[in-house]
Structures are given as C-alpha cells and as structure tokens.
C-alpha cells in the first residue's frame, strides 16, 4: 500500500523560506518521477516541480523556477521541496505525488499517488 505524506507546511512572511518533505511508503521515490503541485483558494491544482532520479533530471513551473528546489532523500525515503523567496501568490495547499505513467511531467493523470497536502501561507 503506497502512502505519501507531506509535512512543513506553515505560515511564513513574504520573502522567507520553507522546506516540504513528502514521506513516501510502499514505494522508493528513486524508482519514480515525483511531483510537487500545488491549489490556491479559487484556482485549479497546478505542477509546481517534479524529479525524476532515473534520468537525473529535475523539473519546475516557471513561476517557481530559481526559487524553489526539488530534492530526493534516499535514506530517509523522502522528496523535498525546498522554496525561498516566498510570495504572497504561493500561498496554496502543496501536494506530493508519484508519476506511474511515463510521458511528461506537468499532467495530473500522469500521477496515481497522491498526499493529501500541506498548507502553505505567505503573508505580505
């Protein structure tokens, strides 16, 4: 049974930092593409970040490319997500989920794994 959960969400004032890990179970996340994705009040989920150790790649959305950085922890079976220089807009509940079909890496069905989220806001 895979379960993924994510921790570090919290409040934080704009132009701080947080760091998201996603603990993964019944799976290695060295063997999958994982992802970060985010929802905002009022918006859609959205693909924040992905890595895939198979292909040593990393992957981000432009709104968050130099300021968030997308990690694996294999000891500790854990993907990380580290964000620096937060805005008030990246204030959403962040997901963690692992890719099962191959292909991109921005699409949801892409993803059969998914956490149930932690909040993050960003006060101005």
């Known amino acids: 049974q895979v379960q993924l959960v994510e921790s570090g969400g919290g409040l934080v004032q704009a132009g701080g930092s947080l760091r998201l890990s996603c603990a993964a179970s019944?799976?290695?996340?060295?063997?999958?593409?994982m992802g970060w994705f985010r929802q905002a009040p009022g918006k859609e989920r959205e693909f924040i970040a992905a890595?895939?150790?198979?292909?040593?790649?990393?992957f981000y959305a432009d709104s968050v490319q130099g300021r968030f950085t997308v990690s694996t922890d294999n000891a500790q079976n854990t993907v990380d997500l580290q964000m620096n220089s937060l805005k008030p807009e990246d204030t959403a509940v962040y997901y963690c989920?692992?890719?099962?079909?191959?292909?991109?890496?921005?699409?949801?069905?892409?993803?059969?794994?998914w956490g149930q989220g932690t909040q993050v806001t960003v006060s101005s």
């Open positions: 989920a692992a890719r099962l079909h191959s292909g991109g890496y921005v699409e949801e069905y892409r993803y059969a794994y």
């Open positions: 019944g799976l290695t996340v060295t063997s999958y593409a």
């Open positions: 890595i895939s150790r198979s292909i040593g790649a990393t």
